[in-house]
């Protein structure tokens, strides 16, 4: 599959804008249904702003959400950071959880499954979960899965079925890249029906893949979309090509129509569907007098735990900072000796303290080598890789001294420092430092209230942008 030069994007131009929010305007007036996400990393709110994050899933917490004066709300499942049979047994709770308080409340929803851009994840797994208990404890049937990884703030567009990653001026075929040679998630295919066809071991097959073209988005085929959509059956797949914003709201525009008209689908998506779906405005980036309080003192620190190439080169790029800054490396290598990781936290915990007391900056970083094990078990794998993240995000947990702003580099590792290290049980999403990159403000209840938390994606940004923030909160 080639690899597209990044104006070729230029060759599809979005229809009238105006036509377009018109049309995507009064489509979300007929949406009266509350927006459920259940986020398998801390990511996937790197498109809204002013919206709630809850890191739990038991009745009480679900029935906030959609109490809820917004039209959306997130769940944090991290379940990207899960055992495959961990993460069946969490979405079967979610499910029933769910229905349970639909039915109690009297409102109804639309699930949207938030992952990777780069299609990472349990899946199947965690939408074919959904679907069977969902419909195992209510009358609502699916009648199709939707699969949407539009990203433009980090870089992928989805044309001709195939999804890219853009690089440099490059637009490379997912399955081309990194992302695809994951050791727990990845996989071959970048045509989308074919990956669904690859992840589902041929139960789905790519040749009965819905596919909704750029021409019919860019046309504002707003009735022919409908068409296509009411036609699915079976929790048949439906592929949306996208290549902008605009792509996307015409496409919700369609599938309010077709939900209007009785039918019941489900996404798979990355941040883009939430924020149209969800109605949620444009914002302006955050500013440091929106985040660091007049007067602080304290230095911040930075954990990387990705290793993905983009990570490594940002981190390269973090160390020509002109700010006051301790490096740290954290060695994970140890997981395989007795005590090792522990040792190896209390070390640099009590210099990642003493450091931030004097107000300079701390980047605490594993080793740029990563940790695999010799084994094809991906669940082992994954349960090492857990192991390793316990460790690093245990260092924020065991803090004495509250840093002026806490950046975590990578999804798993931004996961467990936000509800582990943390503790927070609720977040407000502020909205985000730089495209793609949110922030959230920690609840009363969390270790350090009131702070500004910035998860930072480890496949997002350009070289500079970890340097740029700290700069920017220093």
Same mark, same amino acid.
């Given at each position: ?263 019941? &689908? ?6 883009? /569907?939430? !924020?149209?779906?969800?109605?949620? +405005? $444009? %914002? ?114 065991? &803090? ?6 806490? /950046?975590? !580099?990578?999804?798993?590792?931004? +996961? $467990? %420092? ?57």
């Amino acid at each position: 599959m080639d690899v597209l030069s990044f104006d070729t994007l230029k060759h599809y131009p979005d229809a009238d804008p105006q036509k377009v929010e018109a049309l995507y305007q009064e489509a979300l007036k007929k949406l009266n249904r509350k927006i459920v996400v259940l986020d398998d990393d801390p990511t996937g709110v790197q498109t809204v702003h002013d919206i709630f994050v809850y890191t739990s899933w038991d009745e009480e917490t679900i029935t906030k959400g959609f109490l809820d004066p917004h039209r959306i709300f997130f769940v944090l499942t991290n379940s990207r950071g899960f055992t495959s049979d961990y993460t069946r047994q969490v979405h079967e709770d979610i499910a029933v959880t769910l229905e349970k308080v639909s039915q109690k409340t009297g409102i109804d929803y639309i699930l949207i499954s938030r992952s990777d851009s780069t299609m990472r994840g349990h899946y199947p797994l965690e939408t074919a979960t959904l679907r069977a208990k969902i419909e195992e404890n209510s009358p609502r049937h699916f009648d199709g899965e939707i699969m949407a990884p539009f990203f433009m703030e980090g870089g992928r567009y989805t044309l001709g079925n195939v999804h890219y990653v853009k690089e440099g001026q490059n637009l490379v075929p997912a399955g081309q890249t990194e992302f695809a040679k994951d050791k727990t998630f990845g996989y071959v295919s970048s045509n989308i029906g074919e990956y669904i066809e690859e992840k589902t071991k041929g139960e789905y097959r790519a040749e009965d893949t819905t596919f909704i073209t750029l021409e019919e988005l860019k046309s504002l085929d707003v009735e022919g979309i409908t068409q296509k959509l009411l036609a699915v059956e079976n929790f048949g797949k439906v592929v949306v090509n996208a290549i902008s914003y605009a792509d996307i709201k015409v496409f919700c525009a369609a599938f309010i129509a077709a939900v209007a008209q009785g039918k019941e &689908l489900m996404f798979r998506s990355a941040a883009a /569907i939430p !924020k149209i779906l969800g109605g949620v +405005s $444009d %914002v302006s980036l955050l500013t440091k007098n929106q985040l660091i309080e007049e007067g602080e003192q304290n230095g911040g620190i930075v954990l990387i735990g990705s290793h993905v190439n983009k990570t490594t080169q940002q981190f390269e790029a973090l160390k020509n900072t002109q700010q006051p800054m301790e490096f740290i490396e954290f060695n994970q290598h140890l997981v395989l000796q007795e005590n090792g990781l522990e040792n190896e936290v209390e070390r640099v915990i009590a210099l990642a303290d003493e450091k931030i007391r004097t107000g300079k900056n701390v980047v605490v970083y594993t080793r740029r080598d990563r940790f695999d094990l010799d084994s094809k078990d991906k669940d082992k794998q994954l349960e090492v890789s857990v192991r390793i993240s316990d460790a690093v995000t245990s260092i924020i947990g065991k &803090l004495e001294v509250k840093p002026r702003f806490i /950046i975590a !580099k990578g999804g798993i590792t931004s +996961s $467990d %420092v936000g509800t582990k290290a943390l503790r927070v049980k609720k977040a407000l999403v502020m909205g985000q430092i730089k495209p793609g990159i949110p922030v959230w403000m920690t609840g009363e209840d969390s270790k350090f209230p009131k702070m500004p938390y910035i998860i930072f994606p480890g496949n997002v940004g350009e070289i500079d942008t970890l340097k740029e923030i700290v700069d920017l909160l220093s």
